[in-house]
């Protein structure tokens, strides 16, 4: 190549870098893992209207957890960070500890679940949830109190999941302090309703169950999984069932995610993208860097989840 092609190429290059740069913006990464940068965990991933989103926990100390910020992406690999789409400002009731979202698209809204101040018997908090028109908020609380606030078969009401069935029943899954229990949203999904036999609340713990209850359906089966372990530790990690209903019962198959000593502890609270009109899922989930002791210390991360022949899930392997 001459001097004068050298110096066209030169320029080009430089014009495409700027253009994308400028195309990036300043609250936009692009990355590896992890996905975005700052202390993130307990990722939900859903996809709304072609667009991927994000919300996790911010991680900090419980009284510094006063928000949430959440991250959208048109192909998964570029995010966009949208800060503060629901804080304690908009929730009366919520001081601190605001942990794990569960976020829904319906009746042209989004619900936003989340769960607040730690709670224990006889305080006030639990899982509440907030309502926004658009995915990045600002949500508002929409009850003025904890949707769930007691501990029932002694599952802590944190780390909900909201799954929709295929007959367009919703059901939250969730619990802490190893213990998990099911209850059914009523259509408008700000209150329960009864299960056929009148109670409102189901204990569906699996052997190993502590936290972060998740629900997949895929061809027909629906496969249950959670973490087990301590989330401060190394030994954080996800396990799973399978069954045929999804009130279980959900016999503990294996661990699907764990600490790599090659990657990265702690890896665990997840959740999973199903690609529309593929059959390719990917797990969204947080863990801790290498030689890291604070246990805030943990980032969201995403690799591919396959399913072997046989329907049964493979051990993910933890990328950079
Ligand atoms: O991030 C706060 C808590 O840590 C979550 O609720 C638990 O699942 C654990 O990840």
Not at 32 to 46: C, I, L, M, R
Not at 193 to 218: H, Q
């Amino acid at each position: 190549m001459n001097h004068r092609n050298l110096f066209l190429a030169m320029t080009l290059l430089c014009g495409a870098l700027s253009a994308y740069a400028q195309h990036v913006g300043k609250n936009t990464t692009v990355g590896s893992n992890p996905v975005f940068p700052g202390w993130y965990a307990d990722p939900e991933a859903a996809v709304f209207d072609h667009e991927y989103w994000i919300y996790p926990t911010y991680s900090a100390p419980y009284d510094q957890q006063t928000f949430m910020d959440a991250f959208s992406s048109k192909d998964l690999v570029t995010w966009t960070k949208h800060p503060h789409v629901l804080s304690n400002a908009n929730v009366a009731w919520a001081k601190r500890a605001m942990w794990a979202p569960s976020v829904v698209q319906a009746h042209g809204k989004y619900y936003f679940f989340f769960a607040a101040n730690d709670v224990h018997p006889g305080e006030l908090g639990g899982i509440g949830v907030a309502v926004a028109d658009r995915p990045d908020g600002p949500f508002k609380d929409a009850l003025g109190k904890p949707l769930i606030g007691e501990v029932v078969n002694g599952a802590q009401p944190i780390d909900q999941f909201v799954f929709r069935d295929d007959d367009g029943q919703y059901y939250m899954y969730y619990g802490g302090w190893g213990h998990c229990n099911m209850v059914r949203l009523a259509p408008d999904l700000l209150s329960l309703v009864p299960f056929a036999d009148g109670t409102l609340y189901k204990e569906i713990t699996p052997k190993g169950y502590v936290e972060g209850p998740f629900m997949l359906k895929r061809n027909g089966k629906y496969y249950f999984m959670w973490s087990e372990g301590g989330w401060t530790g190394p030994d954080y990690r996800v396990a799973y069932a399978i069954a045929d209903s999804p009130f279980g019962p959900f016999e503990r198959i294996g661990t699907i995610l764990q600490q790599d000593p090659k990657i990265a502890t702690g890896a665990g609270h997840h959740s999973i993208i199903h690609v529309p009109g593929t059959d390719e899922y990917y797990i969204v989930y947080h863990r801790r860097p290498l030689g890291e002791t604070d246990a805030n210390h943990r980032v969201t991360c995403i690799d591919r989840l396959y399913f072997g022949p046989d329907g049964k899930i493979r051990p993910v392997r933890m990328t950079r």
